[in-house]
Nanobody
Framework: QVQLVESGGGLVQPGGSLRLSCAAS????????MGWYRQAPGKQRESVAA???????TYADSVKGRFTISRHNAKNTVYLQMNSLKPEDTAVYYC???????????WGQGTQVTVSS
């Protein structure tokens, strides 16, 4: 079973930037498309961005042009660069396999992102 550890969240003002990281254990990471998800209070978890094993990316409309997902297979790590942050981006952010995949690993603890002045 792959373990996922997210980090990099914090409190940032509107318009600011953060870079999230997700470290995965195990050697199978590089074979899977990966995704970032977020869950705001009182809302369902939603997909934010995904990246295939080859590096092709997709984004939710709400973050397109502001967020960039990337991965480093040799480091078993997936990143989410978040720019021009808005208060509505406030949520706990998680990584896991991409939403189109049937396989889902155990969710990590997530990392809290709060956008507020």
């Amino acid at each position: 079973q792959v373990q996922l550890v997210e980090s990099g969240g914090g409190l940032v003002q509107p318009g600011g930037s953060l870079r999230l990281s997700c470290a995965a254990s195990g050697s199978i990471f590089s074979f899977y498309a990966m995704g970032w998800y977020r869950q705001a209070p009182g809302k369902q978890r939603e997909s934010v961005a995904a990246v295939t094993s080859g590096g092709s990316t997709t984004y939710a409309d709400s973050v397109k042009g502001r967020f960039t997902i990337s991965r480093h297979n040799a480091k078993n790590t997936v990143y989410l660069q978040m720019n021009s942050l808005k208060p509505e981006d406030t949520a706990v952010y998680y990584c896991n396999t991409a939403p189109q995949l049937a396989t889902r690993w155990d969710w990590g603890q997530g990392t809290q992102v709060t956008v507020s002045s």
